[in-house]
């Protein structure tokens, strides 16, 4: 298939494969990349001023995320309905539902080229971003096969991610759920940090389960900020994990715990 034949010379195929031979591949379709990537930083339209703020995209295997914001350096196919990108074929697959949050930046946003009125198949509403200058937000992961929508557990991570981070967290979607994904962060935390993860308190589905896996084994540098820690809104489900009471300071032991391949663990307290 032509279309994975581009797609794989984005990427390196092993180890062993060096820069100048994924170059090498590269330039079979080189005009054909550009014209793309032209279509899209030259024709395309900024998600500021599109109606359309939610886009879909689907993986053909359950992809383990090390992060919750992604750039797109090769050409990437959504649209903007789910229905859409739904592949019987795919059984295992994931769709990934992506929005800018950046759209409020006075470049007016990621630009994407809507090729529904060239495609044969405009009902499809096909969305196309390449070599995006800043990332897009994954909002949810959605197992089509099992039914399920991992809306609340992605957003629980992005509280832990901003936590361990030394960030203010934000919930960029603004639907008025910021309490429910805290209360979820910090039972993540304790279904982690229970012996062989037997605490039942919640029902946290295997993916999750690994994804987790590979967000606190990736995870090396911590920082944490104990202002916003110990401020009332920010990580008030998480203070009883991480902040001991009586002298009052960090439990460190439980950060290691959490992180086992950390090189370091900051400990700051700045306010802002």
Known sequence: HIRARLHATFFSLSTYEDTDALKTRHSAFVHWSRALREAV??????????????????????????????????????????????NPSVLNGCVLQLQDHNDTHRNGGLRFFDCAFLSDYAYEYEMLFHSCGSPLHIQSIIQPSLGHNYAYFVHAVHVVFCMMKAQRYENYSKDGNDDMYR??????????????????????????????????????????NYQYLCEQEQYKHLQPLFVQSSPTCIKLNVLCSLVPKARQILVQSIKG
């Not at 053909?60 to 739904?86: G, I, K, R, W």
């Not at 919640?202 to 540098?221: A, G, H, S």
């Open 41 to 86: 930083e030259v024709f395309g339209t900024r998600t500021l001023h599109s109606n359309v703020k939610r886009f879909y995209h689907l993986m053909a295997t359950p992809f383990m995320f090390q992060q919750l914001a992604t750039y797109f350096n090769f050409p990437c196919s959504t649209s903007q309905h789910y229905e859409v990108v739904l």
């Open 183 to 224: 209360k979820c962060a910090a039972q993540l935390l304790r279904h982690r940090l229970s012996d062989d993860n037997t605490d039942t308190t919640v029902n946290v589905p295997m993916y999750i389960d690994q994804l987790l896996d590979v967000f606190f084994d990736n995870l090396t540098d911590v920082c944490i």
